[in-house]
């Protein structure tokens, strides 16, 4: 008995995992991100919205890419969480290089 309740209990499991819609968003932000500090602001602000799997920001390349769970969040959703911190967001296309512009970085308002 204890060896049936056991692998039902493991299947359960199995197919509770099985079931999640993960999907990746890869934004650009107006203002652009310039330090660690633009980074830190996003991460510890983007992190806590519901459904949010990871964040990962890339200075050089001028993108944040998201890993979300499609089942308790939306692009919508997310890109709307960009402008609680005052920043607007658009999606990078597959490929895309997105344009650096060189900022004073000692004038930067998340340090």
């Known amino acids: 008995m204890r060896k049936i309740l056991l692998f039902l209990a493991v299947m359960f499991m199995a197919l509770t995992g099985f ?19 633009c980074e830190n602001k996003i991460k510890n602000n983007i992190r806590f919205e519901k459904g949010i799997k990871s964040i990962e920001t890339d200075i050089s390349a001028q993108t944040v890419t998201i890993v979300y769970d499609a089942d308790k969040t939306t692009e919508e959703a997310i890109i709307q969480a960009f ?15 997105v344009e650096h512009h060189n900022h004073d970085s000692s004038k930067c308002g998340n340090m």
Request: charge should be positive; proline fraction near 3%.
């Open 19 to 37: 079931g999640k819609d993960i999907k990746t968003l890869v934004l650009t932000t107006t203002p652009q991100m310039h330090c660690e500090s």
């Open 83 to 97: 402008s609680k911190i005052n920043y607007t967001v658009r999606k990078v296309s597959e490929g895309e290089k």
